[in-house]
């Protein structure tokens, strides 16, 4: 099947994008550092309070995507958005999607890497959110440290956010779904809530600019658990791409 030119058609810059882009990255890298700063005192606290700070910071950021860089969330499939214990799996094309999300869950936990633990104060945050850092270099002792500490996440009835491609990818590339996200299904028996996005769209991975529109995160129908894993990853690719492709058209329309 050849690719869908309206998925990766450019947009073009004007001095419009160029002010917003510096506007909205100039807020962005200073208020980030200044409120993990100034919020250091949250570490001190109980768990859940901080789980209310990340939360607010999640909505400022999509405040600031608004009002300074044109850039508007809407969600849909607001039903499928668990409320216990699941897993919450979908695309990664953006950085716009490890803030903008957390404020739609309970208690969500990110699965990310762990280089980003090593990072002054974030490591500290994300410790104190109990986060599940990865160490995508040790192979299989990273994914029996992976069902380990989804398996203490699923006990606290939070919902474990997982990229399962691993890394940003561009909209429209071709599907790469690591083993991380089949293996946590096979082993925590809980539901898988897929979700698409178009993020990639208006926030492009390695790139300065900040495109105005609107992202669309599409949360889809739960997959039960007791699946076989093939047939899960599967059934997971074939829910996620089809509507990540029609988000990716939509929003180039």
């Known amino acids: 099947m050849s690719p869908d030119p309206t998925i990766h058609s450019p947009r073009k810059l004007t001095p419009q994008i160029v002010l917003r882009s510096i506007a909205l990255n100039l807020s962005f890298y200073v208020l980030y550092p200044l409120s993990m700063i100034f919020g250091a005192f949250i570490l001190f606290g109980p768990r859940k309070r901080a789980m209310k700070a990340l939360a607010w ?60 633990t090593y990072i002054p104060l974030v490591g500290q945050y994300i410790r104190k959110f109990r986060m599940i850092p990865v160490d995508r270099a040790s192979g299989p002792k990273a994914l029996k440290a992976l069902i380990r500490c989804a398996r203490e996440a699923i006990e606290e009835n939070r919902q474990i956010l997982i990229f399962p491609e691993g890394t940003r990818r561009p909209v429209g590339a071709k599907p790469d779904y690591k083993p991380g996200v089949a293996a ?38 739960p997959i039960a658990p007791g699946l076989p894993r093939k047939e899960f990853t599967a059934r997971l690719i074939e829910t996620i791409e089809p509507a990540a492709d029609r988000l990716a058209r939509e929003g180039r329309s």
């Open 57 to 116: 910071w999640s909505r400022v950021f999509v405040w600031l995507c608004r009002n300074l860089g044109g850039i508007r969330l809407k969600v849909r499939g607001r039903e499928h958005i668990p409320h216990g214990a699941a897993i919450v799996a979908g695309k990664h094309q953006s950085m716009w999607e490890t803030f903008a999300l957390f404020h739609l869950f309970d208690d969500p936990a990110i699965v990310l890497k762990k280089e980003l």
């Open 184 to 221: 946590l299904y096979a082993a925590l028996k809980v539901p898988c809530v897929p979700f698409a996005l178009n993020s990639g769209l208006f926030w492009p991975r390695r790139s300065f600019w900040r495109l105005p529109g609107t992202i669309v995160v599409e949360f889809l129908p």
